[in-house]
């Protein structure tokens, strides 16, 4: 099916630096190709497919919503939305969503929500800081919040109102602030800069900043967020400290489109009836898709062995770091968000893996993201540690 990629190129808008391989089906974490080649999947098409592929009771879910109703129009209510709001906020510090169906998306909303907040209380509480290296999506004021100006490029001018401070330097987010911040927005581990974590310390302090100036403490938990870290949310590594909103999607509907940001019970009146919309928004499709895979989630024992894997996992790796100290410089992440920074360019590395039937993506110049689906099995996760260890023999 050569021709699938001709056609690509002929049609699609030539945006993206694709990888040479059509994929056709998948199932449990592989991927098949349109010539029947076999992939061990270990970035979950960006942190999105957290079941992996041809998830039974996914299908049979979405199989029962389909002939039923895709779309109303949030003229109405619909069963899906309502009871995914529901899971959302009983299992989080939150009290209220918002639907929309993307990360992007999400980010814009929980800005709009920011500046609203802020002009609430000051004409002038309308900036924003965020953080260098950050990643916060691709709309114009989703991109102006990320802090990189390699993205920005060709596309300016920016939104203005933001302001960039430098990831765990607690000294220099203390300078940034002041009266006229309505909102310090962060991924809490970085995922596109590399899988870099903020320390505690760090997060203690912004949330203290916060409080001083009325300003909300945003998390980007569209990475981070549904289960990725071991945890439902990735906040809640970090207590007490809580953020007052976060943004969420990538994961969440288990490969389906769907983004959402959901706030704390102090800010639900900060938007009211005709401020914010999205036709798609709490689409029953996605919806019901997103409901079975926190169902799936909220079982007993889903997180610990998560972790347990995980677990097995880092220390695999860092067998291999230890064996390979030129090649691998750190291991860095958590639950099934880990980054591991080489000492060559992240896509040789990745073309080797592809080239041995592993698909995995890079995060910043020298990190390869390993986000495999969150069901991934030991054995699964060994065949991924045995081909990086070839390569690397190779390679050295
Ligand atoms: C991927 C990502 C986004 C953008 O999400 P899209 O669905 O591609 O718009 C925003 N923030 C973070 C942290 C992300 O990883």
């Given at each position: 099916?050569?021709?699938?990629?001709?056609?690509?190129?002929?049609?699609?808008?030539?945006t993206?630096?694709?990888?040479?391989l059509v994929?056709?089906?998948?199932d449990?974490?592989?991927?098949f190709?349109?010539k029947?080649?076999k992939?061990?999947?270990?970035?979950s098409?960006?942190?999105v497919?957290?079941?992996?592929?041809?998830?039974?009771?996914?299908?049979?879910?979405?199989?029962?919503?389909?002939p039923k109703?895709?779309?109303?129009?949030n003229?109405f209510?619909?069963?899906?939305?309502a009871?995914?709001?529901?899971?959302?906020?009983?299992?989080?510090?939150?009290?209220?969503v918002?639907?929309c169906?993307s990360?992007?998306e999400a980010n814009?909303?929980?800005?709009?929500f920011?500046r609203?907040?802020g002009?609430?209380?000051?004409?002038?509480?309308?900036?924003?800081?965020?953080?260098?290296?950050?990643?916060h999506?691709?709309?114009i004021?989703?991109l102006?919040?990320?802090?990189?100006?390699?993205?920005?490029k060709?596309?300016?001018?920016?939104?203005p109102?933001?302001d960039?401070?430098?990831?765990?330097?607690?000294?220099?987010?203390e300078?940034?602030?002041n009266?006229t911040?309505?909102?310090?927005?962060?991924?809490p581990?970085?995922?596109?800069a590399?899988?870099?974590?903020l320390?505690?310390?760090?997060?203690?302090?912004?949330?203290?900043l916060?409080d001083?100036?009325?300003s909300?403490?945003?998390?980007d938990?569209?990475?981070?967020?549904?289960?990725?870290t071991?945890?439902l949310?990735?906040?809640?590594h970090?207590?007490?400290?809580?953020?007052?909103?976060?943004?969420?999607?990538?994961g969440l509907?288990?490969g389906?489109?769907?983004?959402?940001?959901m706030v704390?019970?102090k800010?639900?009146?900060?938007?009211?009836p005709?401020?914010?919309?999205?036709t798609?928004?709490?689409n029953?499709?996605?919806?019901?898709?997103?409901?079975t895979e926190?169902?799936?989630?909220?079982?007993?024992?889903?997180f610990?062995q998560?972790?347990?894997?995980?677990?097995?996992?880092?220390e695999e790796?860092?067998?291999l770091?230890e064996?390979f100290?030129k090649?691998i410089l750190?291991?860095?992440?958590?639950?099934?968000?880990?980054?591991?920074?080489?000492?060559k360019?992240?896509r040789?590395?990745?073309s080797?893996?592809?080239?041995n039937?592993?698909i995995?993506i890079p995060a910043?110049?020298?990190?390869?993201r390993?986000?495999p689906?969150?069901?991934?099995?030991?054995?699964?996760l060994?065949?991924?540690?045995?081909?990086?260890?070839?390569?690397?023999q190779?390679?050295?």
């Open positions: 099916m050569d021709d699938i990629k001709d056609l690509t190129k002929k049609y699609i808008l030539n993206y630096n694709r990888f040479d994929f056709e089906k998948g449990g974490v592989w991927l190709t349109d029947e080649e992939f061990l999947d270990m970035a098409g960006i942190a497919s957290a079941l992996g592929y041809n998830n039974k009771r996914l299908i049979n879910s979405l199989s029962a919503q389909l109703l895709l779309h109303t129009s003229y209510y619909n069963i899906p939305s009871k995914l709001a529901e899971k959302l906020i009983e299992n989080t510090t939150f009290s209220k918002f639907f169906n990360g992007a814009e909303g929980a800005i709009k920011a609203k907040y002009h609430s209380i000051s004409e002038k509480k309308y900036n924003i800081i965020t953080l260098k290296d950050s990643f999506g691709r709309t004021t989703a102006s919040a990320t802090g990189q100006t390699k993205y920005q060709g596309f300016e001018p920016m939104t109102g933001f960039y401070a430098t990831p765990n330097d607690i000294k220099d987010l300078d940034k602030f009266d911040i309505a909102a310090l927005i962060v991924e581990i970085q995922g596109e590399g899988v870099i974590p320390n505690k310390d760090f997060l203690k302090r912004a949330r203290e916060c001083k100036y009325n909300l403490l945003i998390y938990e569209v990475q981070t967020g549904v289960g990725r071991g945890k949310f990735a906040y809640q970090f207590l007490p400290i809580e953020p007052d909103a976060i943004t969420v999607a990538k509907a288990a389906l489109p769907i983004g959402c940001f704390k019970d800010y639900k009146n900060v938007l009211v005709g401020e914010h919309a999205s798609f928004g709490g029953p499709l996605s919806a019901t898709a997103a409901l926190l169902d799936i989630m909220l079982t007993e024992g889903f610990e998560l972790l347990e894997k995980s677990q097995f996992f880092i790796l860092s067998k770091k064996k100290p090649m750190d291991i860095r992440g958590i639950g099934f968000l880990i980054g591991v920074e080489f000492s360019p992240a040789e590395i990745i080797h893996l592809i080239n039937n592993v995995a910043g110049d020298n990190t390869i390993f986000i689906p969150l069901v991934i099995k030991g054995a699964e060994k065949i991924a540690i045995n081909t990086l260890e070839k390569i690397l190779e390679i050295t």
